[in-house]
């Protein structure tokens, strides 16, 4: 079994800037004190996988800004606007550009300039750098795109952990597809550690164990960085709004009105994601009540965490010879497993499969 995790990277965006810090940051110490108190983590060792056992092999992306360069720099180039929290020394992994197909909407474009690199064959570039695991990280609404990197993966013999809201471990047709090929396969669409999706479902489930009538909710969602300003074309929404409304709306047995997902772009805001979320209800004798929650997040980072967990938790899944759709992993890291739960009992199976008491 070897120690590394050898990962390549689809999209490097915020996201794969915080991943990849994060990884650093774990192995590092501040004033002589070890950052290996698990913090954002479900634990430091996970399965006898740290942080630091990630290592980047591959990486894809179509913005002149990041393809060609060393990713330890592409992570830190325009448009990427996070904060930084560790140095990344120079990796020797060359960000190779990818087949573009629908990974850039029209707003998205107008705001970057295409590679004019030919693009590379990525199942090619996954079985010669020896990848593991590939991440989906493309911008919201890239459904052709998340597919060609799916079939990539299959091809090269390679795990895919999706973070986006495209249905691929939720989709039995590509379940099938990654069992048949006896590779594991996560997603989809990643769920923050401490985010939008998990603080609304976790409440809709305590009023409803609690009592209380929930009778509507909404959840609006506005950030400053190129994520947001790529869901400014509607028609790229679609599976973001049904991903996130079916978390929560699987933690009620009646039907609840509610209007879930992205509001808006705020360009000052940065790498920050504000959260509104309202509900109202009824409990003893009728009565109303309400709740209104403001959440604000440094939004690449709300995530770094859980994929890194997702990451060793594949891992895990391909030292033990398990194929198909991970369902204890995937309902705890993702808005969109093929089984929903809730986050308490997702936690509990999640831990259960890494110390083997669980299949998948």
């Known amino acids: 079994m070897s120690k590394k995790i050898k990962v390549a990277l689809a999209g490097i965006g915020n996201c794969a800037s915080a991943l990849i810090q994060g990884t650093k940051y774990y192995d590092a110490s501040i004033n002589g004190k070890s950052t290996n108190e698990s913090i954002g983590l479900t634990a430091f060792d996970l399965g006898g996988y740290e942080p630091k056992d990630i290592e980047f092999v591959a990486a894809f992306d179509v913005i002149d800004s990041k393809v060609g360069k060393d990713l330890s720099e592409a992570i830190f180039s325009e448009p990427n606007n996070t904060v930084k929290i560790a140095n990344v020394e120079k990796s020797k992994v060359i960000v190779e550009k990818g087949e573009v197909l629908d990974g850039l909407g029209n707003h998205y474009r107008g705001k970057v300039q295409v590679s004019d690199k030919p693009p590379v064959n990525v199942a090619k570039v996954l079985k010669d750098s020896g990848a593991e695991i590939l991440l989906n990280y493309l911008p919201v609404g890239s459904r052709q795109g998340t597919r060609y990197y799916a079939e990539a993966c299959l091809d090269a013999e390679c795990a895919f952990i999706n973070a986006i809201p495209v249905f691929i471990a939720s989709n039995a047709k590509w379940q099938q597809a990654f069992e048949d090929r006896k590779l594991p396969c996560a997603g ?152 929903q739960l809730p986050y308490s009992v997702a936690k509990s199976n999640f831990l259960e499969f890494v110390e083997g008491k669980k299949e998948r």
Do not use: W
Request: aromatic share 8%; with cysteine; charged share 25%.
């Open 188 to 339: 989809d669409d990643v769920m923050s550690q401490l985010g939008a999706t998990v603080v609304h479902k976790t409440l809709v489930k305590l009023f409803i164990d609690r009592g209380v009538t929930v009778d509507q909710t909404y959840q609006l969602n506005i950030g400053g960085d190129m994520d947001f300003y790529n869901m400014l074309d509607e028609e790229r929404l679609e599976d973001k709004r049904v991903s996130k409304t079916s978390a929560v709306a699987a933690m009620a047995p009646y039907e609840i009105p509610m209007r879930i997902g992205p509001s808006d772009f705020v360009p000052f805001l940065d790498n920050d994601k504000v959260c509104y979320i309202s509900m109202k209800g009824r409990y003893f004798g009728n009565i109303p009540v309400e709740l209104d929650l403001k959440l604000k997040v440094v939004d690449a980072y709300n995530s770094a965490g859980v994929m890194i967990d997702a990451v060793r938790a594949s891992k895990i899944a391909l030292d033990r010879g398990i194929s198909g759709p991970l369902d204890s992993v995937s309902a705890y890291c993702f808005k969109h497993p093929p089984v």
